[in-house]
């Protein structure tokens, strides 16, 4: 199913609906929350080419003296007013499926592509921050029920895109009586779904609903092994559940015109003004234990969630960016959602700087009026 044309490797923008962005730093130079600022990223990056431009969805702050992820503008909202100023990108918005009934959030994902002229697009996620669910009164769910709930909320939400004539729906969760619709979206047959499904559980949740699976590279890692990582997945979505899909996956950018000047900013982010304190409140799981890992280890770890939230760090001049994005490329990505440190800043830099040579490698088709 192809909804973003035919770069070979497509590009989207992550999280620019968060005060700082991705980045737990005390930097004056961070990313600074403003409707203005964000109309002036979603231009930078429409006029970039940039394939989708995509929120995160917080409730709480993660914590620290930065509030982490807590200053931020709701997703829904956020992607009907850029869509109604941006004219080439598909605007996306980052949903938890257990705050928002589906009839509601269905109604609410239509007004928002016709308002895009067909260009909006679902990051469904179930939810992981148990300080989030206490907001709301309700405990979390369990990982696997939580993708059963996700699974029949899809379900519902595409009959009320599709289906013309008033429908029933009874499942273990939802009870829809006589359900209908109108207008549909403009999008056929449906807008796009993104997740992030990373568990065993996760992946085939993704293999049989997205259309986008968003997979994590980890550094360090080889690219032969995310290459196998890719591949099995899509060999799942196709055997099982006789579908296809495209893969994307996050980085984090610092792109300087050399290679010392990115990794010393770098350590002025990360090192100097790094927010620790924002990972404090973290449910366990998340990082790993203190008992179990290298001080060493365990110091690098956290620093690097510092920037990006566990994104691929590109880091360096635009020619090893664009070189460490042919390796992704190569390995079976589609696309990759970006974040920097401030976006307007980094846009700029990436469309004068990086996306030239993207074109030259091949992964990308030369702008028109470029």
């Known amino acids: 199913m192809q909804f973003f044309g035919d770069n070979r490797l497509k590009l989207g923008v992550f999280a620019a609906n968060l005060d700082g962005g991705l980045t737990a730093s005390t930097v004056e130079d961070r990313q600074r929350l403003s409707w203005d600022n964000s109309v002036d990223i979603a231009r930078l990056a429409d006029e970039g080419g940039f394939e989708l431009q995509i929120p995160l969805a917080r409730w709480k702050s993660l914590g620290g003296v930065t509030h982490f992820n807590g200053c931020n503008y709701e997703g829904l909202t956020w992607a009907a007013g850029l869509s109604a100023v941006t004219c080439k990108s598909n605007i996306f918005a980052t949903i938890h499926v257990p705050v928002i009934h589906p009839i509601v959030a269905a109604k609410q994902m239509t007004t928002i592509d016709h308002i895009g002229h067909g260009r909006f697009g679902l990051n469904l996620v179930c939810g992981w921050f148990p300080a989030e669910f206490e907001m709301f009164g309700a405990p979390m769910m369990g990982h696997d029920a939580r993708y059963e709930y996700a699974a029949e909320w899809l379900e519902i939400v595409r009959k009320f895109w599709t289906i013309e004539d008033e429908f029933d729906y009874e499942g273990k969760f939802f009870k829809v009586t006589k359900g209908w619709q109108q207008p549909k979206p403009l999008r056929k047959p449906h807008p796009p779904v993104m997740n ?7 992946a085939r949740f993704a293999a049989k609903y997205a259309d986008i699976a968003f997979q994590s590279v980890i550094e360090g890692d080889a690219f032969s092994t995310t290459r196998t990582r890719f591949s099995e997945l899509r060999r799942i979505a196709r055997e099982d559940f006789s579908r296809e899909l495209t893969i994307w ?26 927010d620790l304190s924002a990972l404090d409140g973290l449910p366990k799981e998340v990082l790993p234990p203190v008992d179990k890992t290298p001080p060493d280890v365990l110091e690098q770890i956290r620093r690097k969630a510092l920037g990006g939230w566990g994104g691929y760090h590109l880091v360096g001049t635009p020619e090893q960016i664009v070189d460490k994005l042919i390796e992704f490329s190569e390995a079976g990505a589609d696309g990759v959602v970006l974040s920097w440190v401030n976006y307007q800043d980094g846009l700029r830099n990436w469309n004068r700087e990086v ?7 091949g992964l990308r088709k030369p702008r028109v009026g470029a």
């Open 196 to 202: 992030a499904g990373q568990s065993p559980t996760g």
């Open 249 to 274: 996956t996050g980085c984090w950018v610092i792109c300087r015109p050399t290679e010392k000047e990115a990794r010393d900013y770098l350590h002025y982010c990360l090192y100097e003004h790094g």
């Open 355 to 361: 996306m030239p040579l993207l074109e030259q490698a």
